[in-house]
């Protein structure tokens, strides 16, 4: 198949998640990035589309005039990949929505409710793909964890606990990434809740199948002025009776990228860290524990499938973010030309943006009310 042509907003010199995108388009041989606005000043745009390859016609200080120009294009781009800050992803998202230009986009959806509601009525309006690059859930043990719970290997799903701990905010920030993430006008309301409570979140969400009615949130701002939480301690009620507790935290000195979930039934437990991601524990009640490596033996068909390399090979962040890129390429080929979906195909969708932005919101309602309980409206 021909590669899909991809444009990005965003991502341009000096920008850390863009490159990250980039790179996972790349791995699988989809796409080809061609046209970008890249940054608003277009000296930078022109400088950081130079740099790619990408041709002085397709770099666009605007994106809404990125978003008219490759519409009329008859090589015009399949998709957009926005790597914006939150404030910056409902704008760029309904100008090529409306173009009929399918949508990938960083987490979380938007920085307020108004602006993910605003992405969402334009996604049911054009019928445009809208995938949301929660890359934690395209890892092969995620798939293959998910699949085992949706099987009944754990039981009834009594327990979950996740937690998510950084440390690299733990003083003031100061550099670029730092900035805006503890800026409310660009990160939104939310802070840590918003930029990894939001991945904790949809991972329980994504493995488990259940869906959360309920939360109580205690949400704090450690470092001295910052307008934003740094750590945010959740308990969660799910359908059916489950319990959960989430902790995502970006001042736990000690902690890096500290993701990990743990999903206890009636029958069995999981446990999985990000850090170490090509192995799973899997226990039978009353059995000695397993452990399950990426692609080895007892891997299951999801597992397998998102598997690249052998066995023993470190497989990680950035193939995460690879297999949402090959996911959405899958998705968009068959909404636009009726090719079969090979089995198994999943991107997180509008619908798991919403559901992290009313996390985000229920647990900052919650937090204010002194940790009462909040319903997930």
């Known amino acids: 198949m021909e590669r899909l042509r991809l444009g990005m907003v965003g991502g341009g010199q000096g920008a850390f998640i863009g490159g990250v995108h980039r790179i996972a388009a790349r791995i699988d041989g989809q796409w080809e990035l061609v046209a970008g606005a890249l940054s608003s000043d277009e000296e930078r745009a022109a400088a950081s589309a130079a740099e790619l390859g990408i041709a002085a016609d397709r770099s666009y200080a605007d994106f809404a005039e990125m978003a008219k120009a490759e519409a009329a294009r008859e090589d015009g781009i399949d998709a957009v990949a926005i790597v914006t800050p939150n404030h910056m992803h409902a704008a760029p998202a309904v100008a090529f929505l409306r173009a009929g230009i399918h949508v990938i986009c960083d987490k979380p959806l938007a920085a307020t409710p108004e602006q993910a509601a605003e992405i969402a009525r334009v996604v049911r309006e054009t019928g445009r793909q809208f995938i ?99 750590n945010v301690h959740v308990m969660l009620r799910f359908d059916g009776g489950a319990k959960g507790m989430l902790w995502a935290s970006q001042v736990a000195v000690g902690n890096e990228n500290a993701l990990r979930l743990r999903v206890h039934g009636t029958k069995g437990g999981l446990e999985w860290a990000q850090e170490n991601p090509n192995q799973m524990t899997f226990t039978r009640f009353g059995e000695p524990k397993q452990i399950l490596t990426r692609g080895g033996a007892g891997a299951n068909e999801a597992g397998l499938r998102t598997t690249r390399i052998p066995p023993g090979h470190p497989e990680g962040y950035l193939e995460g973010f690879a297999t949402l890129y090959s996911e959405a390429a899958h998705l968009i080929r068959h909404a636009d030309s009726g090719t079969p979906l090979p089995v198994g195909v999943h991107a997180p969708t509008i619908k798991d943006g919403l559901d992290g932005m009313r996390f985000i919101s229920a647990c900052i309602a919650s937090s204010k009310a002194d940790a009462a309980w909040t319903a997930l409206d």
Not at 196 to 225: C, M
């Open 132 to 230: 949301l690059t929660h890359n934690y859930t395209a890892y092969p043990l995620i798939r293959q964890a998910q699949a085992m719970v949706a099987a009944g290997d754990l039981g009834e799903i009594r327990v979950v606990q996740v937690e998510y701990a950084q440390d690299w905010l733990t003083e003031p920030a100061s550099n670029k990434q730092g900035d805006w993430r503890t800026d409310p006008a660009r990160s939104g309301a939310g802070g840590c809740v918003g930029d990894i409570g939001t991945h904790a979140f949809n991972l329980v969400s994504f493995v488990t199948g259940l869906k959360t009615t309920s939360l109580a949130a205690d949400l704090d701002a450690f470092v001295p002025d910052r307008q934003v939480d740094d």
